[in-house]
């Protein structure tokens, strides 16, 4: 009886070191779970852009002051996303002409300026494809490499003596008729209607092996720059919208060592905006053009129907992957007759002190699209 009541001891000691051990590790396990917790929190809160820091952007680049439609596009035509730049001592706009008809498509045109508010269409930049092509229908092209300071040049910066854009492409007629891929073209003179020499296939297609599950359907408006830190290890970076089959629009990054060869960065898109509870519909996040403001990144961008009508805001970010979204007041919303119920798209400069927000404006009831401005001075007086 004695052996087993000593045995009996041995057991219940040995329970209890067990029983030891094991709170040791569930404290050990949970030290670290709050550990790993407090350190993504901080990181999240390292990333994160202060609601005062926002604020100064929005007070830096608002534009109260509509000046009005800029740019008209020939009959039974449209006209749409602006991106204007300087070079050899004039203004240049680089925008999207929808073609009417059974041919219906983009193409891409430009014009020029002295005073960034009377234009001058010069021609067609980038025709679409030949009969078979990739691009057949569809060559809606934005410059790439403007100069990102804001502030600063407002030039165009070359890579391997020449200057580049990128454009939506596709080969059905139709409004944006998807597939739509995106593709690269370039010139020795940005300056001049000549036709820019296009890459022969497209860089990034809907249906590459590494597109993500949100851009299986189509690609649409795409913004490069080069990022003279890379931040996301690569020299030059790429903001595009694209969406599923069925959803929202997104915007998403890609990267490149040469502008031909481009490879997706992340799992999923940089920067969302989500359906409002009980919606029946898709939302867009669309039309990227990316600055830097001091030691901030700043995209802005378009947003349409998580409220009504479309309009401009944007988002701002320390390394290129982490975007605080602004949460106030529109930078352009609908308000005239000529951009009701859309003012969106936006193009941002500033220059000698005013800041120009040019957009693309659609109103009355036959959707008529022109190019607007906005600034941050009146400039009809």
Request: proline share 6%.
């Amino acid at each position: 009886m004695e052996a087993v009541n000593q045995l009996d001891g041995l057991f219940r000691i040995r329970l209890t070191q067990t029983m030891s051990r094991s709170k040791l590790l569930l404290a050990g396990f949970s030290l670290l779970f709050m550990a790993a917790f407090v350190a993504r929190a901080a990181a999240a809160d390292t990333n994160s852009i202060s609601h005062e820091r926002m604020q100064a952007i929005y007070d830096e680049v608002k534009t109260p002051f509509k000046y009005g439609v800029v740019l008209e596009p020939p009959a039974g035509k449209k006209v749409d996303c602006p991106n204007v730049f300087r070079h050899g001592g004039k203004w240049y706009l680089v925008y999207v002409q929808l073609e009417g008809g059974p041919t219906q498509g983009y193409t891409t045109q430009l014009a020029e300026s002295d005073d960034l508010l009377h234009w001058k269409p010069l021609g067609t930049i980038l025709q679409r494809g030949e009969t078979n092509s990739w691009d057949h229908a569809n060559a809606g092209g934005g410059v790439a490499l403007f100069d990102t300071k804001w502030d600063g040049s407002n030039a165009l910066q070359k890579y391997d003596g020449r200057y580049w854009l990128s454009y939506l492409g596709g080969e059905l007629f139709g409004y944006e008729k998807t597939p739509l891929a995106i593709g690269i073209a370039s010139t020795t003179d940005p300056s001049k209607p000549g036709p820019w020499q296009k890459l022969p296939a497209p860089v990034l297609k809907s249906d590459d092996a590494d597109a993500r599950a949100q851009e299986k359907d189509t690609l649409y408006k795409s913004y490069i720059f080069r990022d003279e830190t890379r931040t996301l290890s690569a020299p030059f970076v790429m903001f595009y919208n694209a969406k599923p089959l069925r959803g929202s629009e997104r915007i998403f990054a890609a990267v490149s060592d040469d502008l031909k060869t481009w490879k997706r960065f992340g799992t999923g898109p940089a920067l969302e905006n989500l359906p409002p509870a009980g919606a029946q519909h898709g939302v867009i996040s669309g039309d990227p053009q990316v600055v830097r403001m001091d030691d901030v990144w700043v995209m802005f961008y378009f947003g349409a129907f998580w409220k009504p009508g479309a309009f401009d805001t944007f988002a701002a970010s320390r390394d290129l992957v982490h975007w605080t979204k602004w949460d106030g007041e529109d930078l352009i919303k609908a308000s005239e007759p000529y951009d009701t119920p859309f003012a969106h798209k936006p193009w941002i400069i500033k220059h000698d002190g005013v800041v120009y927000h040019f957009y693309c404006a659609v109103g009355g009831k036959d959707q008529h699209r022109t190019i607007a401005l906005a600034t941050s001075k009146d400039l009809k007086k």
